[in-house]
């Protein structure tokens, strides 16, 4: 049971254009949203998150959009930048009762120079 | 650096075996969290500790089992291990909000 989709698998992006990763869940207890950006090798980092009372988040050239009764977020990147490449995993948790967070299956972002 | 430290980096052993894989969350945070990923798979919650206690439990096998320590490291053990164990095993741990969680740098197993 994928309670946090990930559709696309890879994306492709020219430089300097946006970027636009998206994410469903399917259950309604979670209240708090994460983007981490993970590169080869390495461990997932941190990106930005978002509480469930908002529908916006924005930190530099990074905003997640939530839409709760879409069940949908998405992460927005302007201007994408070839450092950007990386696989970007959305995750879900519900800090008011279950605390783990659940992980979508990753999409593989491309930023074309 | 996330302060999470994981130990060792990379682990080779054979079927039947068994390891024990190390985590030193960042200062202060309470909670720590196990994942596994598979051939570049997604992040598979495993199990979850919270102040030395067990707070949440995923998919996670009868072959392996977790516990955290007074000084809130944490140690995952896997045992009667297979070839399809070969993974990532990620610790991350979070403060007393648990809002974002942080990453180790992992541990590579294979398993041959």
């Not at chain 1, 839409?67 to 994408?80: D, F, R, T």
């Not at chain 2, 997604?42 to 979850?48: D, K, N, R």
């Not at chain 2, 809130?72 to 969680?101: Q, V």
Request: charged share 20%; glycine share 8%.
């Amino acid at each position: 049971d994928q309670q946090v989709k990930q559709n696309s698998p890879s994306l492709s992006v020219q430089e300097g254009r946006i970027s636009i990763l998206n994410c469903d869940y399917t259950n309604s207890m979670f209240d708090y949203f994460l983007w981490y950006k993970k590169y080869p090798a390495e461990g997932p980092t941190f990106l930005i998150s978002i509480s469930s009372i908002k529908d916006k988040n924005e930190d530099g050239r990074f905003t997640v959009f939530l839409n709760k009764s879409a069940k949908h977020l998405s992460l927005h990147i302007v201007p994408s930048q070839p450092g950007d490449s990386a696989v970007y995993f959305c995750a879900a948790s519900g800090v008011s009762g279950t605390y783990k967070y659940i992980f979508g299956t990753g999409t593989r972002l491309k930023v074309l120079a | 650096d996330s302060g999470v430290t994981q130990t060792p980096k990379h682990l080779i052993t054979a079927t039947g075996q068994r390891v024990t894989l190390r985590c030193s969350p960042r200062s202060g945070d309470l909670s720590v969290y196990w994942y596994q990923q598979s051939l570049d798979q997604g992040l598979q919650f495993l199990i979850q500790y919270y102040n030395g206690e067990e707070r949440a439990k995923g998919n996670i096998l009868e072959r392996f089992s977790a516990q955290q320590f007074p000084d809130l490291h944490s140690e995952l053990n896997l045992s009667s291990l297979e070839l399809g164990d070969s993974a990532l095993y990620f610790c991350a741990s979070s403060g007393r909000r648990m809002t974002e969680a942080f990453f180790g740098q992992g541990t590579r197993l294979t398993v041959v």
